[in-house]
């Protein structure tokens, strides 16, 4: 005798599913969730070319497994390879020319519009270093919450990793042959597992694309005009991580690109301003058909799930809005309700 039918399975993993999906935030675990998956859906793509060179059960088992040893240290790699290109490139004379810039452009723009902006404008990078220094001071807490939070995610992060892995080297069972309510809580899985794979690496397509265009234009437009912007490598790093995060993810990489053109001269932040709405206005589109194309939804559609869902998780929110959009949609395709 079974405790639940298949119609009251299917409804109790719709609701063990929405319940975890939904405390995963709270509980400070999507970190633990994007890179399990990530890492459990390239090694799942990539698994049968390894499976090409063994031959039996422990076979596949060994060269899988070493399979997903190399795929991980290579995205460890890339990891702490970008941070360290970061800092790198900050400390390497990068910060003292765009010191020396904004200075003069402080003093400028005093002398221009001071007496418009009394008192708002920092007269030079003395200044601005002394209001820096005041809000440290007055946010010491939030700044040690902060670094405990990163440190969190990075934990939590190799965790999702080792279990992305981990997941990917177990054998893939015949739902068939199972209880009712595990056939059903898989099926769940494999609607999540196909949301998430759908949005991430089209979202890595995009990414891609501002990249390029963004590096273009920091790299090879800007130098053409004479005109060099500070920490420009970092710029195009950056851009291609914020990228990952739909929509929001290019103004962040756009201000970081017109902030760092303002050290130079306001003709330079300008050109970079024209530049950067006008390839915006081109990613719009490019977003709204890879996305909605791989989830069949319009651009709308994820603008609504993203404001609901930042109203309510705040940034985190804003991240997985597409994925656990895509989710639901696709679930209640299967239901018949849409």
């Known amino acids: 005798m079974t405790l639940l039918n298949e119609r009251q399975s299917q409804i109790a993993s719709y609701i063990i599913m929405t319940v975890a999906l939904l405390i995963l935030i709270p509980l400070h675990l999507l970190v ?50 970008s941070i360290a290109y970061v800092v790198h490139d900050l400390k390497d004379g990068g910060l003292v020319t765009m010191s020396r810039n904004l200075d003069t452009l402080l003093e400028r723009f005093q002398q221009e519009f001071g007496q418009y902006f009394s008192g708002y404008i920092p007269e030079s990078l003395d200044d601005m270093k002394q209001y820096a220094f005041e809000w440290l001071k007055n946010h010491v807490e939030t700044l040690q919450h902060a670094g405990t939070d990163a440190l969190h995610a990075f934990v939590t992060m190799i965790i999702g990793m080792i279990l992305g892995a981990l997941v990917s080297l ?52 800007l130098p053409l005009l004479g005109m060099h912007l500070p920490f420009a490598k970092t710029l195009v790093i950056l851009t291609f991580i914020f990228g990952l995060i739909p929509v929001v993810g290019n103004l962040i990489s756009n201000t970081l690109v017109i902030l760092s053109a303002i050290s130079i001269s306001f003709t330079a932040a300008a050109i970079a301003f024209i530049y950067l709405v006008s390839i915006h206005k081109l990613e719009y589109f490019l977003n709204a058909k890879i996305i909605g194309q791989r989830i069949n939804a319009n651009a709308w559609e994820l603008l609504i799930a993203m404001l609901f869902f930042q109203a309510v998780f705040g940034l985190a929110g804003l991240i997985v809005a597409p994925i656990y959009y895509s989710y639901f949609k696709n679930e209640m395709k299967q239901a018949g309700l849409i």
């Open 170 to 221: 177990s054998p893939i069972e015949d739902t068939e042959n199972v209880p009712s309510f595990k056939h059903q809580c898989l099926q769940r899985l494999n609607v999540l597992y196909t949301a998430f794979k759908n949005v991430v690496f089209a979202q890595i397509k995009i990414s891609i694309v501002n990249t390029v265009l963004a590096g273009i234009f920091i790299l090879a437009v």
């Open 32 to 81: 633990a969730f994007l890179s399990g998956f990530l890492v459990y859906a390239l090694l799942t793509k990539l698994s049968p070319y390894a499976e090409k060179f063994s031959s039996g059960k422990y076979g596949r088992i060994i060269a899988v497994a070493i399979f997903n040893i190399v795929v991980i240290s290579i995205l460890v790699f890339l990891v702490f390879g």
